[in-house]
C-alpha cells in the first residue's frame, strides 16, 4: 500500500508539473536573425535581416502599436498594414541602423572595424527588415563577428538564434550563434603580420587627419628652438598615447560631438598663444591637456574588440608607432624649413616679410581651427 500510495503521489506530481510547465513553454517568444557578411580588401558589408515585429516593439516604431506585432498569449497576432511598415521604417531608418549596427561588431585581429554613415533600411519582401551596413577594416588577422540583436535583456523575445554566412577573406562558410554563443571567428592571426599595417594606418591616421597636422604645424610655429620641439612634441606624444590607449581599450570614453569641437578649438587656442604669448611658461601644460584630447581623437579609429592581450596590446603600439613615425616626418621637413628661412631673413626688409607671413600663416591656422569649431560644434549648427 505505501509503495502504490508513492508511485500515486509521484505521477500526480508529474503531471502537476507538465500542466503548470506547458503553458510557459509555449508562451517562450524566439526569433531569428540572418547575418550576411561580404568582404572587399578593407571593406566588409554586412546585410542583416531581422523581423519587423520585433523590432518595432523593441522600438516602438510608429504604426506598430503595443497590441500589434508580437504574439499575444492566445497565440494570435494583430496583423500591420505593408504600406504602414515601410512608412515607420522610412520614419526611423537612421535609429534603425544605429541598433543593427550597434549590435553587430565586427573585428580583425581584435582591432575593431569602423562602420561606415552609409546605411539602408527597407522591408523585403518576406515582409523582413533590411539593414545594409558597411564596415572599414583595415587591421589583419582572424576575423570575428559579435552579435547582441535581440538578446534576453531586451525584453521583447526569450531566445534569439542568428545565422552567420560569410565570405571573408577567402574564408567561406556559415555559423549558428544563441544567447550563449554571440560570436564567431574565422581565420588566424599572425602576430608579426600586422605590425606594418597597423603602423601604416597610424601613419596615414595622422597625415590625412588635416586637424592634427594643423595642430602640430601651430605647434612649430611657437617654437624658436629644437628643444623647444622637442618638448613640445614629447607633451603630445605622451599625452595622445596615453589617452589612445585607454580608449581604445573601452576604459575611457567622450562623445564624438564633445572631442572632435574640442580638437579644432585646440588648433586655434595655440596659434592664437603664439600671438599672444610667444614664450608662455604655460605652453607645455597646455599641449599635454590637448594632447590628451587628440589621442580620443585617434582612438577613434582603433577600437578593441574583446578582452585585452599581449596581440592586442602589440597592435595598440604598432598603431601608435604608425602616428609617431608620421609626427616626426611633418616635425623633420617643416621645422628645419622655418629656421632657414628664419636665418636668411637677416635684412631688417626680409626680416619684416617673414614676420608678416609667419602671422599671416597663424591667423589661417587659427582661423581654421574656429571655422571647424564652429562646424562641429552641435550647439552652433
Not at 65 to 94: E, F
Not at 281 to 308: E, T
Request: proline share 4%; hydrophobic share 50%; net charge negative.
Amino acid at each position: 500500500m505505501r509503495l502504490k500510495a508513492f508511485l500515486t503521489t509521484l505521477v500526480a506530481a508529474v503531471v502537476t508539473v507538465l500542466l503548470c510547465g506547458a503553458p510557459a513553454q509555449a508562451h517562450v517568444r524566439t526569433t531569428s536573425v540572418a547575418i550576411d557578411l561580404r568582404s572587399h580588401g578593407d571593406g566588409v558589408a554586412a546585410v542583416v535581416d531581422v523581423e519587423y515585429d520585433v523590432l518595432g516593439k523593441l522600438l516602438s516604431l510608429d504604426g506598430l502599436s503595443s497590441n500589434t506585432g508580437l504574439p499575444s498569449p492566445d497565440g494570435t497576432v494583430a496583423d500591420v498594414p505593408t504600406d504602414a511598415r515601410r512608412k515607420a521604417l522610412d520614419a526611423h531608418a537612421t535609429e534603425v541602423a544605429a541598433y543593427v549596427g550597434g549590435r553587430v561588431r565586427l573585428s580583425r585581429g581584435a582591432i575593431g572595424c569602423t562602420p561606415q554613415d552609409d546605411h539602408r533600411v527597407e522591408l523585403t519582401d518576406a515582409g523582413a527588415v533590411r539593414v545594409s551596413l558597411t564596415y572599414d577594416c583595415p587591421a589583419s588577422g582572424a576575423f570575428t563577428v559579435r552579435s547582441d540583436i535581440f538578446r534576453a535583456s531586451d525584453g521583447v523575445v526569450d531566445d534569439t538564434t542568428t545565422k552567420v554566412a560569410y565570405d571573408v577573406d577567402g574564408h567561406r562558410g556559415a555559423a549558428l550563434l544563441d544567447h550563449a554563443h554571440t560570436s564567431v571567428t574565422v581565420g588566424h592571426t599572425d602576430l608579426l603580420s600586422e605590425i606594418p599595417r597597423l603602423v601604416r594606418l597610424g601613419s596615414e591616421h595622422l597625415l590625412f587627419g588635416l586637424d592634427h597636422v594643423l595642430f602640430l604645424l601651430a605647434l612649430l610655429l611657437g617654437a624658436n628652438r629644437l628643444r623647444d620641439v622637442v618638448q613640445v612634441a614629447s607633451a603630445f606624444t605622451l599625452a595622445h598615447s596615453v589617452t589612445l590607449v585607454l580608449a581604445a581599450i573601452g576604459w575611457i570614453s567622450a562623445p564624438t560631438w564633445i572631442v572632435e569641437p574640442l580638437i579644432a578649438l585646440s588648433i586655434a587656442f595655440v596659434a592664437i598663444d603664439n600671438l599672444l604669448s610667444p614664450r608662455a611658461a604655460h605652453r607645455l601644460p597646455v599641449v599635454f591637456g590637448f594632447g590628451l584630447l587628440h589621442g580620443l581623437g585617434f582612438a577613434g579609429a582603433l577600437s578593441v574588440d574583446g578582452q585585452v592581450s599581449v596581440s592586442t596590446l602589440i597592435d595598440l603600439v604598432s598603431f601608435n608607432l604608425g602616428i609617431e613615425l608620421a609626427q616626426l616626418t611633418i616635425i623633420a621637413v617643416a621645422f628645419p624649413a622655418l629656421l632657414f628661412l628664419r636665418r636668411a631673413a637677416t635684412a631688417p626688409a626680409a626680416a619684416r616679410t617673414l614676420t608678416l607671413g609667419t602671422v599671416a600663416a597663424t591667423l589661417a591656422v587659427a582661423g581654421s581651427g574656429l571655422v571647424w569649431f564652429v562646424e562641429r560644434s552641435p550647439l552652433l549648427t
